[in-house]
């Protein structure tokens, strides 16, 4: 496994843009398939997008297909998700995970996780 730090979060109004890190440590960072989930209040924790261990390969969903990318740099370690043209429904704690095959969809097949960091879009 490994161990994954947050970083980013915060409050910004609609339309705007923030940049989410995610620092790893513990084990060779580019043998993992990274992904960043959300969960908003009362509703399950949800897919957003993923990225192949050497960065050759996404995926998103759909809900924010052309408006947030992901990206790594392996040799700080460290994955990216920047933002753009947000919206009061993107409002949610946002989570890195690790899993070492596929760019999974699904919360169970990720096996590592950070502790989520806050955004909140106001309108």
């Known amino acids: 496994q490994v161990q994954l730090v947050e970083s980013g979060g915060g409050l910004v109004q609609a339309g705007g843009s923030l940049r989410l890190s995610c620092a790893a440590s513990?084990?060779?960072?580019?043998?993992?398939?990274m992904g960043w989930f959300r969960q908003a209040p009362g509703k399950e924790r949800e897919f957003v997008t993923a990225?192949?261990?050497?960065?050759?390969?996404?995926a998103y969903a759909d809900s924010v297909k052309g408006r947030f990318t992901i990206s790594r740099d392996n040799a700080k370690n460290t994955v990216y998700l920047q933002t753009n043209s947000l919206k009061v429904e993107d409002t949610a704690v946002y989570y890195c995970?690790?899993?070492?095959?596929?760019?999974?969809?699904?919360?169970?097949?990720?096996?590592?996780w950070g502790q989520g960091t806050q955004v909140t879009v106001s309108s």
């Open positions: 995970a690790a899993r070492r095959y596929g760019l999974g969809r699904s919360v169970s097949g990720y096996d590592s």
């Open positions: 513990g084990r060779t960072f580019s043998n993992y398939v």
């Open positions: 990225i192949s261990g050497s960065g050759g390969a996404t």
